[in-house]
């Protein structure tokens, strides 16, 4: 586990979970709180545990950890394991043992997904300055199952233009002068990506946007 802690940038996690904790208490002890299941095991010194499976399906197979520590990740990582069989018998010649080893690792790949944002783009009229009504919000809400992780949402929206004209360019066909999106100050707002697209942040579109045309 405390390679897991490492790999999976669990630690980094555990610390904004619980930022008043000094760094020596991000450790195995705090990261099993995060284990839940009705499996049995038992905590060794070196940072691993030894799970218990019986007949009833218990071990490790119902043990898991809280998904909370893999919000907002899309990192991969391995949990090592040794698997230890032992199966007893009793002789007429007294009671025999015998046990077979494996060592492995469980390949855990995290997929994150994204919350559809709620993004709305009416239409305008105008000829060279057309103040536009483009503007969205996340629906995210990781912050919160997290139990905060300092931010409002763990996702970021980007709004992209493109093609405008119908030219596959941000150009006018006909007088090559290019369209350019502005605030109220006549500031170039957005990024200018090329390839006929332009992009902006959220920030970008809490003011009002311009978008000045071609003569």
């Given at each position: 586990?405390?390679?897991?802690?490492?790999?999976?940038?669990?630690?980094?996690?555990?610390?904004?979970?619980?930022?008043?904790?000094?760094?020596?208490?991000?450790?195995?002890?705090?990261?099993?709180?995060?284990?839940?299941?009705?499996?049995?095991?038992?905590?060794?010194?070196?940072?691993t545990i030894t799970v218990y499976v019986d007949g009833r399906n218990q071990g490790f197979g119902s043990l898991r950890f809280r998904g909370t520590l893999f919000l907002d990740s899309n990192v991969d990582f391995k949990l090592p394991f040794?698997?230890?069989?032992?199966?007893?018998?009793?002789?007429?010649?007294?009671t025999m043992f015998v046990e077979s080893e494996q060592a492995g690792e469980y390949v855990i790949s995290i997929e994150g997904t994204a919350d559809v944002p709620a993004v709305y783009a009416n239409n305008v009229n105008g000829s060279t300055s057309i103040r536009l009504d483009l503007n969205g919000?996340?629906?995210?809400?990781?912050?919160?199952?997290?139990?905060?992780l300092g931010r409002n949402q763990s996702e970021t929206i980007y709004y992209f233009v493109k093609f405008l004209n119908g030219t596959g360019s941000f150009e006018n066909a006909s007088t090559l002068t290019l369209y350019s999106f502005v605030n109220a100050n006549g500031d170039v707002v957005g990024f200018?990506?090329?390839?006929?697209?332009?992009?902006?942040?959220?920030?970008?579109?809490?003011?009002?946007l311009y978008l000045n045309t071609p003569p």
């Open positions: 586990l405390t390679t897991m802690i490492d790999d999976a940038q669990i630690r980094q996690r555990l610390k904004n979970l619980h930022p008043t904790l000094p760094d020596a208490d991000i450790n195995v002890d705090l990261l099993l709180t995060y284990l839940v299941g009705d499996g049995n095991y038992t905590k060794n010194t070196n940072g040794r698997a230890r069989v032992r199966d007893r018998a009793v002789l007429s010649t007294g919000t996340i629906t995210d809400t990781d912050d919160f199952a997290v139990g905060g200018d990506a090329g390839g006929g697209t332009w992009y902006f942040e959220q920030k970008d579109l809490l003011q009002d």
